[in-house]
């Protein structure tokens, strides 16, 4: 979610300094980074899908007025549920809505839910 969020404002800063930048110790594995670079490429290349999918079910609220976090969380799940799928979709929301506790305001948790939700029962993944 790091990662996608730089996306946003345009940074090109890898796994690793993302990791530094927000205090993560240690030195990533291999397989982390290879994982988070993936997520995020897939983001990029199915970026209008994505953004069309969160405009649809976010009744009224277009992505620019959202919470930058918001938004990066959501692009991350949505593309684990419309393209990756290898984790359950359960897993996918409630580790999206557990990131939106850490680190998005105080109604994004229940956002996040709401519109995740709603893809998830509107079948369109």
């Not at 690793?16 to 897939?42: M, R």
């Not at 580790?95 to 850490?102: L, S």
């Not at 996040?112 to 993944?125: A, E, Q, S, Y």
Request: net charge negative; with cysteine.
């Amino acid at each position: 979610m790091k990662m996608a969020f730089e996306k946003l404002f345009g940074c090109e800063d890898t796994y690793a300094t993302v990791s530094e930048i927000s205090g993560t110790e240690g030195e990533p594995e291999t397989e982390d980074i290879d994982f988070a670079n993936g997520i995020v490429d897939g983001i990029a290349e199915n970026a209008e899908k994505i953004d069309e999918i969160i405009s649809s079910v976010s009744n009224g609220w277009a992505i620019s007025r959202m919470p930058k976090v918001d938004v990066s969380i959501l692009r991350v799940a949505i593309y684990e549920l419309m393209f990756d799928k290898r984790a359950p979709q359960k897993v996918i929301i409630n580790e999206a809505v557990r990131i939106a506790t850490k680190y998005g305001g105080d109604d994004s948790p229940r956002f996040i839910n709401g519109v995740l939700g709603k893809v998830v029962n509107h079948g369109d993944n």
